[in-house]
């Protein structure tokens, strides 16, 4: 039925081509010719023949996770909430928030201030306040952090700065590695 779109030199059952790509669209997607008769719609047949456009592209894969993904633009300023329920959020904005998610991702143009508790997060933006990343932190080098940072593994790439009240998450989910005295304190200026 597609094969003709592709080919945009024929229209389906050997008719004219029509003067538009809509037109082209609409007609291959009735399983009809322009000429032939269509199914009343007290027939049980025209239940069958007819093809919602819709719900083709609207289809879900079965097989996949429903991925909910939050993207707070450029321009943007999200302020004074709770996120909850989202795989992955995208800040190209500002966002001042307290939230628990799976993945935090803050552009060269995004700010984060607040709460943050991940498991995988990659700042090349701003993020200020408590951060916490259950597996990896990932600081490119236009990224900035700081605050009280707790991680499972590190990667900073040059010129990327992690300043404030640091510390190396231990075996446990989410709890802070046993080690005698305080936290330790760190500042990465960029080289």
Same mark, same amino acid.
């Given at each position: 039925?597609?094969?003709? !779109?592709?080919?945009?030199? @024929?229209?389906?059952?050997?008719?004219?081509?029509?003067?538009?790509?809509? @037109? $082209?669209? *609409?007609?291959? !997607?009735?399983?009809?010719? &322009?000429?032939?008769?269509?199914?009343?719609?007290?027939?049980?047949?025209?239940?069958?023949?007819?093809?919602?456009?819709?719900?083709?592209?609207? @289809?879900? +894969?079965?097989?996949?996770?429903?991925?909910?993904? =939050?993207?707070?633009?450029? +321009?943007?300023? !999200?302020?004074?909430?709770?996120?909850? +329920?989202?795989?992955?959020?995208?800040?190209?904005?500002?966002?001042?928030?307290?939230?628990?998610? $799976?993945? =935090? *991702?803050?552009?060269?143009?995004?700010?984060? %201030?607040?709460?943050?508790?991940?498991?995988?997060?990659?700042?090349?933006?701003?993020?200020?306040?408590?951060?916490?990343?259950?597996? *990896?932190? %990932?600081?490119?080098?236009?990224?900035?952090?700081?605050?009280?940072?707790?991680?499972?593994?590190?990667?900073?790439?040059?010129?990327?700065? !992690?300043?404030? +009240?640091?510390?190396?998450?231990?075996?446990?989910?989410? =709890?802070?590695?046993?080690?005698?005295? &305080?936290?330790?304190?760190?500042?990465?200026?960029?080289?």
């Amino acid at each position: 039925m597609f094969d003709n !779109l592709r080919k945009g030199n @024929a229209s389906p059952s050997g008719s004219t081509p029509s003067s538009s790509p809509y @037109a $082209r669209v *609409q007609e291959a !997607l009735s399983n009809t010719s &322009p000429g032939a008769k269509t199914p009343t719609p007290e027939s049980p047949k025209a239940e069958s023949t007819r093809v919602d456009a819709t719900h083709i592209a609207a @289809a879900p +894969d079965k097989t996949e996770a429903p991925v909910s993904k =939050l993207i707070v633009g450029p +321009d943007i300023k !999200l302020k004074g909430v709770e996120i909850t +329920d989202c795989n992955t959020l995208v800040v190209e904005g500002r966002v001042e928030a307290a939230m628990e998610s $799976r993945v =935090l *991702q803050i552009a060269e143009i995004g700010a984060f %201030v607040g709460k943050a508790g991940v498991d995988m997060a990659e700042i090349r933006g701003r993020f200020e306040g408590e951060l916490t990343v259950r597996k *990896q932190l %990932v600081i490119r080098a236009t990224g900035h952090v700081s605050g009280k940072i707790r991680y499972g593994k590190l990667s900073i790439e040059e010129g990327g700065e !992690l300043s404030g +009240d640091i510390d190396v998450m231990g075996p446990g989910p989410g =709890l802070p590695a046993n080690r005698p005295g &305080p936290a330790a304190k760190v500042s990465i200026p960029p080289i």
